[in-house]
Each structure stands twice: as structure tokens, then as C-alpha cells.
């Protein structure tokens, strides 16, 4: 486990690039260019994130299967439309025999691949990093999303849609409140208050999922694989 303090400090500090990441975001929002800084900034946080995965794989290499630290060892991530035959595959080219010497840390390996419920983001994650090598900065796009609101006062009720993907026709209410057809706007009431919102994201380009929102779920998962695979290889 001789890397487990890099990885802890890898995550600390990926946890203080993202605050810096959330504030250039905020104004990248605001004005019409994305702040080259937030580019980079976003570049090495992903790297940080998968160095953390393939430090955890090295120590597996060296602790379970003696493998030397020269050996080039990367974390095994397959992709989604894949199945435990490509990962085998993967494990054969990176970790040889793991499945002999800790059927454990196996088994846990191949739960976090894209494939299974709740590491689809893994899938996204491990093609932008390995785009990182052949360009400098990830594209991203901004988007505007339109939505309208209508939120009940007194009952806490409220409702959005996106006013290009639903069409009223007549007889419907919202929040109490008649729709109408021609507008599609719930008319006055006055109970409800109804809003405009335009909703402003960057999207990693080729992706179409949201910067900020993948990134955390990037970090939060990555500091969760690390510490259960470390606590596996240290019983």
C-alpha cells in the first residue's frame, strides 16, 4: 500500500480544485466565453482522478500479485457496451491471475465496471481522461435550457417542464391553476407564481452530461473505489 498517502492526497487536493472549478464555472456562466483557467483546471482534476485509480491498481500489482513497479499496470475500465469477458480481458493484460491469488478484490474490480447499475459515469469518465493525452484542454459547449415553473404557495407544490418537450392541450391544471393551450402558460392564481428560467450548463462535448454535476460524481466515486480497494488489500 506504499501509495495510499499520494491517493489520500490526490483526493484532498482534488476536493480544493473543485471549489476553484465551481467559482470559474459560476462565471463562465454569467459571461459568453468559457474562462480558458476553468479548462485547465478541469483538465487536471480529471488526471489527478485517474491517477488515484491507477495508483490502487499498481499497489494491487505489487501486494497480491508481486508484480515490479516497473511493470506498467493501469486500472482495468471497460467500455459499457461491454461485459465480464472484456473485463477478464482487461485484468489479463494489467492484473494477470487476480482472479486466483484475491478472488475479493476481483469481484470488486469488476462491480465498479461501466456495465453494472451505477458506473456508467465510469465509462464517460475513463474516455474523456484518455482524451487528455492527445489534446490539451476538453472541449466543452455551453448550453441554455428554458424551463417554466409554477410553484404553489401554500402547498409547497412545485412544478417544472420544458416548455420545446410538453404540449398542453385543454383541460389541464397545474398547481390548481387552468393551462392554457395557446400560451401554455397555467393562468393567474393566486396561489401560484409562475417563472421563466433559463437554465445555462457547459457539456463535455461528445458526452452531452453536465461539467460541474460529473465532475463531483467523478470525485466522490473515485474516493470511494480508492478507500474500499485499499481496506480490501489491508485485511
Known sequence: MTRYKQVQNLIKNSKKKLTSIEDL????????????DLQIEIKNLLENLRSCLDYVARDIASDVLSLSDESKVYFPI????????????AISRNLPRLEVKNIAIFNLLESYQPY???????GKFADITSKLKHMELIPQK??????ISSEN????SKVSWDPNSVKFGNGVYINQAYVNPT?????????NVVRKEIWVSFLFDGHDVSVLPFLKQCLNGVEKITETLYKSLDN
Open 25 to 36: 464555472y459560476n462565471k463562465s456562466l454569467k459571461g459568453k466565453d468559457i474562462d480558458p
Open 78 to 89: 471497460v467500455s459499457p457496451d461491454k461485459d465480464k469477458s472484456s473485463f477478464e480481458g
Open 116 to 122: 453494472k447499475e451505477g458506473y456508467d459515469w465510469l
Open 142 to 147: 455551453k448550453t441554455e435550457q428554458t424551463r
Open 153 to 156: 404557495n401554500t402547498s409547497s
Open 183 to 191: 400560451t401554455q402558460l397555467p393562468v393567474r392564481h393566486p396561489n
